[in-house]
């Protein structure tokens, strides 16, 4: 076991990721490989990354602060420890929407990571190549007052205070590396629609089981919204289940609406394990191409900490206006 700080990265846990690229270059995609398309700005190069950060306005770092100051009301008691640790090592309420160079300078002192701007949702293989570099991709733009509750595309906020604080964390920032590197072995089976139900399931709505008995988010999707931070930790409606890998990557999710399922770690510890040293090769050569399990179901192989009663769903969801309990 790794003593606080030290990092778990060793040569020999390279199952999850490809160990033959040295994830120097911007790999090419093949032309067999399925992704979502997306256009590339005319602004941007190859790697997507903007020229420098927005020149935020008053107006954008008072959203910033409004929206810091409702998720520290919400996030004490339902957060993970290591996310509560990383806001104060990063004093990300400072005051308005951090720059990015000193954020970076902070973390990489930490942990190696830095945060780089980005205009909108990148290509799967060039988010993959950042992360394998220990570099965040983080959206060059914050939400208005009317999308102050919910907005579609991840934003400043989501990426900087939701995904961040958790890279101070050395071995929750191996994993992301990690994640990045296993990119490419994915592409090659053309199965990154598994690969981004782990990242679903653990980076974006994973909780943790801290000392056994204490349930935490520490998922991004969760600890930046107020409803979600909630309903993940207390709600009777959702599923919460152990982690487990296979499964979770056969398992499909909901984007636009709270989950009906949540997966639960031991430990970061036990989530680098449960990945990096599971054999992917034989595990992906027997995936199906689509989805086995919807993203309500409990099956006979799971370990259900909470059966849901799945009634916020049940009641139509976000759209219907359902209370989320």
Known sequence: MPSEGDSIICNDMATLADPTPDFATLPEMAGDVFTAPLTRPAHVGEDWLEPKQTDYTAEDHAVWNDLFARQMEI?????????????????????????????????????????????????????????????????????????????????????????????TDPVYADYMQEYGRAGWKAMRYNRLKALGALYWYTVEFGLILEGGKDLRAYGAGILSGPTEARFAVEAQSPNRIMLNVDRVMRTDYVISDLQPTYFVIESFEDLYRQTVERDFDRLYRNLPAGFTYANSAVIDVDNVLHRGTQEYHLRGGRGSGARPV
Do not use: C
């Not at 400072?94 to 830095?114: D, I, N, Q």
């Not at 945060?115 to 733009?141: K, Q, S, T, Y």
């Open 75 to 167: 996030l004490p008691g339902r957060a993970a420890s290591a996310f509560m640790a990383g806001l104060e090592k990063l004093d990300l309420g400072r005051g308005g929407v951090p720059e990015f160079g000193k954020l970076s300078e902070e973390l990489g002192a930490l942990t190696g990571w830095s945060v780089v701007p980005v205009p909108m949702l990148i290509p799967d293989h060039v988010f993959f190549w950042h992360l394998a570099n220990r570099r965040f991709p983080a959206g060059n733009f914050i939400r208005t007052r009317e999308t102050f509750d919910y907005i579609q595309e991840p934003d400043v906020f989501h990426d900087v205070f939701g995904h961040v604080p958790m890279l």
